[in-house]
Every structure is written in C-alpha cells, then in structure tokens.
C-alpha cells in the first residue's frame, strides 16, 4: 500500500486522544499534517488526497477549493447539518461520515444517566445533601415507564438496550423498516412510522430524541406537539438541538408544564449557562459531551483509517454520503 498525504483539520477544543488515535492509526502509514490556519491554505493542501475534517465544522469553501489533489473528504462524525456536501460534490470529491454505530452507545449511556438523573431527581437530592437533609426527595420508580425514541437508529436502538433492563415500555418511531432480527433482539413493545408520532409523543413518561438534523427534522418537536406531552414528561435530547423549538420548550419548562428535560445540545452552542430554565432542578444540562467518548474516539479514528487506507489501495471508501 502506497503512502499518501492527509491533511487534519483539527477543531479548536479537540481531545488530545483524537491526536494520538489519528498518529497511531493514519500518521505512521500515511504522511499526515495539522492544518496550521495562520498560513496560507493552498500550500497545506498540496498534494492532499484525503482530508479529514473534525465533526465537518472545519472545513470551509476556500479549503475545498484550494484541495484540488483531494480524491476523499472524511468527515470524523455522524451529522451532516454542519457539511455543505453539494460544494465538496462539485469539487470533485467523495464524501464520508463515521456513521451512528461509532458514537451510539456512548449517547444511549448519557441518555438513560439523564433519565436516571431525573427519575432520581438529582439536582434537588444533591441540594437536600448539601444542606444536610435526609431521606428525601422521592424518586420516580423507572418500571412500568414508557420510553418514547423518535428515531430508532443506532443510538435509539443502544438506548433501548439499556432502557428494557430497568423494566421501560418502549416505543420507537424510524422513517425506514428496522432489520427484523435487531427488532427481535431488542424487543420494543411499539414501532412505528411518522404517521404515529403524535401517539408516541402523548404516551411517552421520558422522550428521546434519537435524529439528524435537516430541513425535514427542524423543530420536529414544535410548540404543538410539545403540548401533546404529559405534564410529568421529561425530554431528552442527545442528537441536534434544533430537533426541538428550544422557546417553546424553554417556556413549557419555565411554566411547569413539562417534568423536566436532559439536554447535551442546543441550537446555538456553547449556550448561555445564567439562562433561567437552566436554573431549573429538573433540567440536567451537558456540554455536547454525550457522544463524546474514548470508545467514540477510537470507532471514528478506525473508521477513517479503513477509508485512507482504501484510498491508497485505489479502492472506493465506505460510508458515502451525499
């Protein structure tokens, strides 16, 4: 296999174990460099045959346009609502994403923590502990419960895995035909198509927003369908932020119309932490951290090495889009 030249465009607040995957993984077969954005961009791109992109967020029109060498642009994650894949289309290259099997049981496990945080009412037994009470407040018992995932992909599926243990009623709701043995392995009592999410949504003690953001998903969880919930609902979104329309849920939460909400992600993002609802004891608010794993880390790094290397190999990469 040849070696050829990839180029790593880094986001700012990136892990240090991304480095070492990447180095042990892509640098010691392949001449690897770090995009260095204080210099000129058309000398970094020389030559380049594989750009890996950090989340899809890095890469802008003028680094395509200057990427003229570039067979693949591999995107290390699963959404693409950050990605203009029409332009890297019209560049001439492919384009790959690490699909949902790399990050989803790292977002199942952040998701059902968040519906153990709000069963157990954490934020008000921590206050209870601090001031050195006992013995309250009451929790709420998760079986029996029902668990409503809009999208049963990978990580609806990993949070179902983890859900039916705790004795959850699950009902799940997918555009396509789920594969008939993950359904007989994971045994959901419900699944269904959009036309019954609305039946979902009402009947759903916790629900978990399991979808990519697009113009199609965009606000999916309106200000309608928000008031079709139980008052003692309690959302959990690990996906995209604009799945839901963060005001009115923001209100409803505000106006205790809702139980409460697990949020690790937000429509403007890093979002302004004083905001009143995240004051909130029953709003457990995280960072953009769920899927973000050692696990994740090195199923995406593996992921995108299998692609460069069949780059080299003059083979077509796996996992296209667009």
Same mark, same amino acid.
Not at 212 to 219: C, S, Y
């Given at each position: ?9 880094? &986001? ?20 690897? +460099? ?14 380049? &045959? ?36 029409? !332009? ?48 309250? =407040? ?67 003690? !916790? ?31 690990? +996906? ?7 005001? +009115? ?19 403007? &993002? ?5 905001? =009143? ?39 077509? =990469? ?5």
């Amino acid at each position: 296999m040849r070696r050829i030249k990839v180029l790593w465009l880094p &986001e700012k607040h990136i892990d240090p174990m991304w480095h070492e995957q990447i180095m042990a993984l892509i640098g010691r077969a392949h001449d690897l +460099a770090l995009l260095d954005e204080g210099q000129p961009l058309a000398p970094q791109f020389a030559g380049v &045959e594989v750009v890996l992109d950090s989340g899809g967020s890095v890469g802008t029109h003028a680094m395509m346009d200057v990427a003229v060498n570039c067979q693949l642009w591999q995107i290390l994650g699963t959404g693409l609502d950050h990605v203009d894949l029409p !332009y890297i289309r019209g560049r001439g290259m492919l384009a790959a994403n690490c699909p949902g099997t790399s990050s989803g049981a790292a977002l199942g496990e952040c998701a059902m923590m968040m519906i153990l945080m709000l069963a157990r009412r954490y934020h008000e037994a921590s206050a209870v502990f601090r001031a050195r009470g006992f013995g309250q =407040p009451l929790g709420h018992t998760l079986a029996g419960a029902t668990l409503g995932l809009i999208g049963f992909g990978a990580s609806g599926q990993e949070l179902a895995r983890r859900a039916k243990p705790f004795g959850m009623r699950i009902l799940g709701i997918d555009v396509r035909q789920i594969e008939p043995e993950i359904v007989r392995e994971i045994g959901p009592d419900f699944l269904g198509t959009p036309a019954d999410l609305d039946r979902v949504i009402a009947e759903s003690d !916790y629900l978990s927003l399991h979808l990519h953001l697009n113009d199609q998903t965009r606000h999916i969880l309106d200000a309608r369908r928000i008031g079709l919930m139980k008052p003692t609902a309690c959302l959990i979104n690990v +996906a995209r932020g604009a799945l839901a329309d963060e005001a +009115a849920l923001y209100t409803a939460l505000l106006q205790g119309r809702l139980g409460g909400a697990g949020l690790d992600v937000f429509s403007e &993002e890093p979002p302004d932490p004083a905001r =009143p609802v995240f004051q909130l004891p029953n709003v457990v608010a995280l960072p953009h951290v769920a899927g973000g794993t050692d696990g994740t880390i090195q199923n995406r790094v593996a992921m995108a090495a299998e692609n460069v290397n069949r780059i080299a190999q003059g083979l077509a =990469p796996l996992y296209q889009v667009g």
